[in-house]
């Protein structure tokens, strides 16, 4: 075994027991953890793998865990769960690693990080279990489908019964089974400053694979590209990284030439590039964060593609400005939500708590009532969330419409095959669309 591998693996495992020490299944602890840990791009590679691998089916591993040790994963003590975790799945997921590796490594890490000095022993004979049973572990026996979805697929069963509630058991099962999926990277083209053809031939002379998006024009499917800021084409500002949903967000509200923009929660500032582009970089686009951090962040964005329409400030969505009335043709809201549309890309996210999300529709509301007033008559209001959840998406456009007489919904058309929101609202999915879970509704407010 190399020693890049053991780097890897350490910081796989002291990755995944910080996060759940911490309770941090939110906003990218993981990816943060990870990052800071200053690993060459092979060993970041390897960890990343493992650590979304064991997040992805944790509950599935812990359940075969389970069945071969006499402590229950839950008893035992975090680094030596997490040992365990990171061999099963190298075992049952991975088939180039060795199980001989798998084994020794994590009896090794269990040895230098974990503090009760017969752990070592019971991982490896845990894991030497688990290696002479791989082809025959243990069957899910359950007398509930939410329940063996929930472990199969290692969602929560709260989720796993909303998902059920929403889409029948049949579906709940292909979006549960996407999740756990490697999604897509797509490149949005800057058609501002150069166009597919010249991009294509410029990622292909760096060795990176793109593919024309199958139904989004000006949109990339990429393979094989290390570190994207290290990318000539990236830091020239040819493209920047968005969903397509997110990209067609925008294009469902409709900016033009010289038109005033609003983007009220922009970080990290996708939905305002894909504006300033479809805007000809002709008109203002105000990008707001509630953040100051993520203003940076935007900013540099914006300088990096080449825009000068663009202009940042940190704003509270629910704190009213009385400059902003009336004083924008499109307002775009894209609220904080509970994220569960993109769990492929953070994997963590499901395991938040339940509990607090309850509170999300609120602040939903608070935002979409205030900058409401920033649109002008005849003007444009877009909602949007990364979410699946009914309550945080149609119902509190539903609950704006009662409160708000002055806005309708307004159909709008989407590529094919996806095809025409007669009500206004449409939802991505990710097992029917290949895209980030997301919402979208488009509100037109009287002149």
Same mark, same amino acid.
């Given at each position: ?258 038109? /005033?923009?609003?983007? =009220?929660? $922009?970080?990290?500032? +996708?939905? !305002? ?5 479809? @805007?000809? &970089? ?13 203003? /940076?962040?935007?900013? =540099?964005? $914006?300088?990096?593609? +080449?825009? !000068? ?5 940190? @704003?509270? &969505? ?130």
């Amino acid at each position: 075994m190399s020693s890049t591998d053991q780097t890897a693996r350490e910081t796989a495992l002291l990755a995944l027991s910080a996060c759940e020490r911490q309770g941090a299944w939110s906003d990218g602890f993981l990816k943060k953890t990870l990052r800071e840990a200053g690993l060459d791009s092979r060993d970041a590679a390897l960890a990343t793998r493992l650590c979304f691998g064991v997040l992805q089916n944790r509950m599935l591993l812990d359940f075969y865990i389970g069945k071969f040790s006499t402590t229950r994963p839950e008893k035992m003590e975090i680094k030596v769960r997490n040992a365990l975790r990171l061999g099963v799945y190298q075992m049952a997921f991975m088939t180039k690693i060795p199980h001989n590796a798998a084994v020794n490594e994590s009896v090794e890490l269990t040895k230098k990080h974990c503090k009760n000095p017969r752990a070592a022993g019971m991982v490896n004979g845990v894991l030497r279990n688990v290696s002479r049973n791989i082809d025959r572990l243990p069957v899910i026996e359950s007398d509930s489908r939410e329940e063996y979805l929930s472990i199969r697929y290692s969602h929560p069963l709260w989720l796993v019964r909303e998902f059920t509630d929403l889409l029948g058991s049949e579906e709940a099962e292909a979006l549960l089974e996407t999740d756990n999926g490697q999604p897509p990277i797509t490149a949005q083209i800057n058609t501002c400053r150069t166009t597919m053809e010249q991009t294509l031939d410029r990622l292909a002379e760096a060795g990176v694979e793109a593919q024309p998006h199958p139904w989004l024009p000006n949109c990339l499917v990429l393979s094989g590209t290390g570190n994207l800021e290290h990318l000539t084409a990236f830091r020239e500002g040819l493209f920047y990284i968005q969903d397509p949903a997110a990209r067609l967000a925008v294009e469902v509200a409709d900016p033009r030439p010289g038109m /005033k923009v609003l983007d =009220a929660c $922009a970080a990290p500032g +996708g939905k !305002t590039f894909a504006a300033a582009i479809r @805007m000809e &970089g002709q008109g203002e686009i105000q990008s707001c964060d509630i953040h100051a951090h993520k203003e /940076k962040l935007i900013q =540099a964005g $914006a300088e990096r593609l +080449g825009f !000068t329409c663009i202009k940042t400030a940190v @704003m509270d &969505g629910k704190k009213h400005r009385p400059a902003f009335e009336n004083a924008f043709d499109v307002v775009m809201a894209d609220v904080p939500c509970s994220g569960l549309g993109i769990i492929r890309k953070k994997p963590d996210i499901r395991y938040k708590d339940p509990e607090p999300l309850a509170g999300l529709p609120a602040v939903q509301s608070a935002i979409l009532d205030n900058v409401a007033t920033y649109v002008k008559p005849g003007g444009v209001l877009l909602y949007a969330t990364c979410t699946l959840l009914e309550r945080e998406n149609g119902d509190v456009v539903q609950g704006f419409l009662d409160r708000n007489q002055d806005f309708t919904l307004e159909k709008f058309q989407l590529p094919e095959p996806l095809g025409r929101a007669e009500n206004g609202m449409f939802t991505f999915w990710p097992q029917r669309h290949g895209t980030d879970g997301f919402f979208v509704a488009k509100l037109r407010k009287k002149t």
